[in-house]
């Protein structure tokens, strides 16, 4: 079985430090081009069939912006 996840960023608690980015074992958090109500760059998932759902984003996270569900798939 494979694990799968889905991450949901809110873009408005996100202050753009991009712990996420740089802990994210596949490298698929980057920082988005907008800009949220406070000025920043919030961070958004690129390639989310890539993620494993391993919840390490949503650990490192300050700010508690990032939620993560998890799902097995078969391999
Ligand atoms: S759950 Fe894991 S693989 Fe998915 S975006 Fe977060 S750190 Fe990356
Ligand atoms: S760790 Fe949290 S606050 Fe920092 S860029 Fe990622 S989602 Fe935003």
New binding site residues.
């Given amino acids: 079985m494979a694990r799968a996840?889905k991450?949901k960023i809110d873009r408005e608690r996100c202050k753009g430090c991009a712990l996420?980015s740089a802990?994210?074992?596949?490298k698929?958090?980057k920082p988005s081009g907008d800009v949220n109500s406070f000025g920043y760059h919030p961070a958004e998932?690129r390639d989310l069939k890539?993620?494993?759902?391993?919840?390490?984003?949503?650990l490192v996270c300050p700010d508690v912006a990032?939620i993560?569900t998890r799902k097995e798939e078969a391999a």
């Fill in positions: 996840g991450v996420c802990f994210c074992p596949k698929i958090i998932v890539n993620c494993t759902g391993c919840g390490i984003c949503a990032i993560i």
